[in-house]
């Protein structure tokens, strides 16, 4: 399979803990992009990547989440002191460098914080 | 207000019929994407247009730039049409906008 994968797909834990999630893109993308998704919302865009660089962070992107790509291949997002209103299902994307080029969505990672 | 704005919010159609959504937005672009949301979450881009338009089988998508709208159209609509189509524009300053979705359903 060459597409985007994500894991874990499904994850519980209790508020206060921390929690890392991992996206694999496909492997000629240089772009990789995560998006939060609450039920009955659309993504909303969270950070995305070109190679190993962070390009852009949005403001939901609070202090408690990290976001790296250290070798520009896969990418790892963590929350820490996790809340109840971080439970959503978060997406990664990848595409090729450049904004007109399409995205091609992972599986998803849905986070129950209890 | 939402940057982006999708109607109607819920679609249900006949088979065979001939589906628009609607998608309307406030900032400048430099790309629009239309994405389809099967149950599950699966997301997947159907098409990305910076103008005109572009048909891929029985989906066709068009954009008016000068009034920001861009419109998704499904002809001969089918049961496995059934999914939430969500609009999503990129901005010339990296800022990436989605709509909350259009639920469609299908019935045969």
């Known amino acids: 399979d060459t597409g985007v994968s994500q894991n874990p797909r499904h994850k519980i834990t209790k508020r206060g803990q921390n929690v890392t999630f991992r996206c694999d893109p496909i492997?000629?993308?240089?772009?990789l992009y995560w998006y939060r998704q609450t039920l009955g919302q659309g993504p909303e865009f969270l950070t995305y990547?070109?190679?190993?660089?962070?390009?852009?962070k949005s403001r939901l992107l609070s202090d408690r989440f990290s976001a790296e790509r250290p070798k520009g291949s896969f990418s790892t997002l963590e929350i820490q002191r996790t809340e109840q209103g971080d439970s959503a299902m978060y997406l990664c994307?990848?595409?090729?460098?450049?904004?007109?080029?399409?995205?091609?969505f992972g599986p998803g990672t849905r986070l129950t914080v209890t | 207000k939402n940057e982006v704005e999708q109607s109607p919010q819920n679609l249900t159609a006949q088979e065979g019929e001939f589906i628009t959504i609607n998608c309307s937005y406030s900032?400048?672009?430099?790309?629009l994407h239309w994405l389809q949301q099967h149950p599950g979450g699966g997301i997947v881009s159907l098409f990305m247009?910076?103008?005109g338009k572009k048909k891929h089988g029985r989906l066709i998508a068009t954009i008016n730039i000068q009034e920001k709208h861009s419109s998704l159209h499904i002809t001969a609509s089918h049961p496995r049409d059934s999914a939430v189509y969500i609009c999503a524009v990129i901005t010339p300053g990296n800022q990436f906008y989605f709509g909350t979705g259009t639920s469609l359903t299908v019935i045969p």
């Open positions: 994307a990848s595409s090729f460098p450049g904004l007109v080029y399409e995205q091609y």
């Open positions: 990547f070109q190679n190993e660089a962070q390009l852009e």
């Open positions: 247009l910076s103008s």
């Open positions: 492997s000629e993308h240089n772009r």
């Open positions: 900032v400048g672009i430099s790309a």
